[in-house]
């Protein structure tokens, strides 16, 4: 056997689960097609969101929790920045999904966190311009990731401490064999006791037993707009945010402090999105992927120039009910895979890297990652007919009649 563990993708999760495994003085070998971090997957824009009262569903609280630990740990052991504390603030009018799913979560899981009505947003937070029917659920224990270096930082942590990674190698197919499993990665096959899948949007591309789940592939436009008062923006005042569609068929829009003092980060989750192949798809943004970026803009955030700056196209894989899958597969226990993110995957890196090490060594973990077992598609009529009875919105979580039991508000 080449190895104990083998890694394919070493973007957002693979890095981070090559360093949970080299930390424990197993030998992991990774493998990435590119070298990352790249802009060419799903982990490029020099910022992501993490939060803790999770509007999505609470079941993600102790995952978040735990997640800030070890972000925190991979500094500490490496000396570099990598997160950015800042609160949290989700608004919406009652009833919606980020005001009621972040109370929610906060209340169910004693996460730290104030109530606000419009006016006191406004007040407190004068970039937001909220109608009077919105209000806020302002948490402490949220803030921002620098994802470039944390992939950086984590690789080169790994491979301090045992791991060998390859770059610029493609893996073609992940298959299980007698006594463990074998990756034909260039012109070479590997085999160890065991892998771990994270190749992001091209998981569906690999050869892999049958992961359970359907998978779809979408263009994520992000959006740098100019402010004519960066004071309001900065890190020390400004928290990340989410918030509830201004517009009929954008769900949700979600935004940041602002890390270079004169533009702000803004993305928009749009419920219409065209499904593309991440080997051919056109990453040039144009103005037809960020003008709903500018209208929430210009209704929403008055200070800020709704023509943006600068966009960037990013990739991103989701499944029909927009929450992961992080287990081991059925048909192949010796393949774990992570698979997925749905656009919200990013904050959890950490503790999902440290579950793919606990699956791969001990076959199970203590993680509370219970919900994101592909089960849950056997109970739902979307496994059955696909993508045909999609998701009647595109934010996280399921609201038709199939929702699993566990799943969201
Ligand atoms: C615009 C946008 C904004 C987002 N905002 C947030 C946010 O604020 N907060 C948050 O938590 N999440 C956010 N996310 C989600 C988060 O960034 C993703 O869920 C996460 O990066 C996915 O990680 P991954 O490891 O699956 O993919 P990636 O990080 O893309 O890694 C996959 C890796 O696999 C490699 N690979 C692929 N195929 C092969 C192969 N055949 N052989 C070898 N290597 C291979 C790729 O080169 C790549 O490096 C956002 C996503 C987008 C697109």
Redesign the pocket.
């Known amino acids: 056997m080449d190895a104990e563990v083998l890694v394919?993708?070493?973007?957002?999760?693979?890095?981070m689960a090559l360093w949970r495994l080299a930390g424990r003085g197993v030998k992991a070998i990774g493998?990435?097609?590119?070298?990352?971090?790249?802009t060419?997957?799903?982990?490029?824009?020099g910022?992501?969101?993490?939060?803790t009262a999770y509007y999505e569903a609470p079941e993600y609280v102790p995952l978040a929790r735990r997640s800030f630990e070890l972000w925190r740990d991979l500094e500490k052991e490496t000396g570099q920045r990598l997160l950015v504390m800042t609160g949290g603030l989700h608004m919406g009018p009652p009833g919606s999904p980020e005001f009621d799913g972040a109370l929610l979560s906060a209340r169910q899981h004693g996460v730290e966190h104030e109530v606000l009505d419009a006016e006191e947003v406004r007040r407190r937070f004068p970039q937001h311009a909220l109608r009077p029917d919105e209000m806020g659920v302002l948490e402490t224990d949220a803030g921002?990731?620098l994802?470039e270096a944390c992939?950086a930082t984590a690789l080169d942590r790994a491979q301090d401490l045992g791991a060998e990674a390859y770059f610029d190698?493609?893996?073609?197919a992940v298959e299980p064999v007698d006594g463990g499993v074998a990756v034909t990665?260039g012109d070479r096959r590997w085999t160890a006791r065991r892998a771990v899948v994270?190749?992001?949007?091209?998981?569906s591309?690999?050869e892999l037993p049958d992961l359970g789940v359907p998978l779809r592939i979408?263009?994520?436009?992000?959006a740098w707009f100019r402010t004519s008062q960066p004071e309001l923006h900065s890190p020390e005042r400004a928290p990340?945010f989410i918030r509830h569609g201004l517009e009929p068929g954008t769900d949700l829009a979600?935004g940041?402090p602002s890390l270079d003092g004169s533009t702000i980060k803004i993305?928009v989750f749009e419920a219409v999105e065209l499904e593309v192949d991440?080997d051919t798809v056109d990453r040039t943004p144009g103005a037809s992927d960020y003008a709903a970026v500018s209208r929430f803009v210009k209704a929403g955030m008055p200070d800020l120039d709704p023509e943006p700056e600068r966009a960037?196209?990013?990739?991103?894989?989701f499944t029909p009910d927009h929450h992961?899958v992080v287990e081991p597969l059925r048909a192949a226990p010796a393949i774990t895979v992570?698979?997925?993110?749905?656009?919200?995957?990013?904050?959890?890196?950490s503790v999902l890297g440290e579950a793919a090490a606990d699956f791969a060594l001990e076959g199970g973990t203590d993680l509370a990652v219970g919900h994101l077992s592909a089960t849950r598609f056997a109970l739902c009529s979307r496994r059955a007919t696909g993508w045909a009875g999609a998701c009647s919105r595109s934010g996280m979580g399921c609201t038709t009649a199939s929702t699993p039991t566990w799943g969201p508000r």
């Open positions: 394919v993708g070493l973007g957002s999760m693979g890095s493998f990435d097609r590119f070298t990352p971090p790249h060419l997957g799903s982990h490029h824009g910022s992501r969101i993490i939060r921002y990731l994802p992939i190698v493609q893996v073609t990665a994270a190749a992001g949007v091209w998981n591309k690999l979408k263009r994520q436009t992000q990340v979600y940041f993305g991440p960037a196209v990013c990739l991103q894989e992961f992570l698979v997925g993110f749905s656009a919200h995957g990013f904050k959890f890196a």
